[in-house]
């Protein structure tokens, strides 16, 4: 298909891509979403900036979502250490993180971060997890999904899982991974409608904590 034609300028950093799992208008877009919200229906299976601000696409089948509010999503890499620090102050209090220790995690390459914040720059939500390298394929395990509170039920979530599933895509990630409560609804809620698959496995993991002796 080639490129598609100019989308046109939206506001800076507000559009997310949800890749098309079934969805064919824009109210189901809306209703997916959780928000109010308009969509523009493309072709297209990756998305860049040209250097005038415009969005461009590449053959398949992608929909642009402007988010409510506005947010930027970012890949923490080394140098990124204050950004992790400030993360798990908000949603790991009882944890203090060194910068060294922030160093440390962000230098590991299995290591994995994401946070979402405003265009002023205040936090929103977080993901980490780690890279799982299995005989067969490499997959992707979310340990925490946070939204603070005060940001809770505008699409953070939401659109921080669908940048890590294009990021899983694009590195040849097979599947991710994440847990939660049985009696975590919402949680269970926003997962299935992302396209999760719920494992009914009757698992029972044992936690060994070694020590030298």
């Known amino acids: 298909m080639g490129l598609w034609p100019d989308i046109g300028k939206p506001p800076a950093r507000s559009f997310t891509a949800v890749l098309n799992a079934g969805v064919r208008k824009v109210a189901d877009v809306r209703k997916i979403a959780g928000v109010g919200m308009a969509a523009a ?80 720059g205040v936090i929103m939500g977080r993901i980490y997890g780690d890279v799982i390298h299995r005989f067969a394929q490499t997959d992707l395990l979310l340990y925490e999904v946070d939204v603070a509170e005060e940001h809770q039920r505008k699409g953070v979530a939401r659109a921080m899982i669908e940048f890590v599933k294009g990021l899983a895509i694009q590195r040849g990630y097979k599947e991710i991974w994440v847990l939660t409560e049985g009696d975590n609804a919402p949680a269970r809620a926003l997962y299935k409608s992302l396209g999760g698959v719920e494992e009914n496995s009757p698992t029972i993991m044992y936690v060994f904590y070694p020590r030298a002796k």
């Open 41 to 120: 229906r493309c072709e297209m299976v990756a998305l860049r900036w040209d250097n005038n601000g415009t969005i461009r696409g590449i053959a398949g089948e992608i929909l642009l979502v402007p988010l409510s509010p506005p947010m930027q999503i970012h890949l923490l890499n080394l140098g990124d250490e204050s950004l992790l620090i400030e993360a798990a102050r908000i949603f790991n209090a009882d944890e203090e993180v060194s910068y060294e220790r922030a160093a440390s995690l962000l230098a590991e390459p299995t290591f994995f971060v994401v946070v979402a914040r405003t265009d002023e």
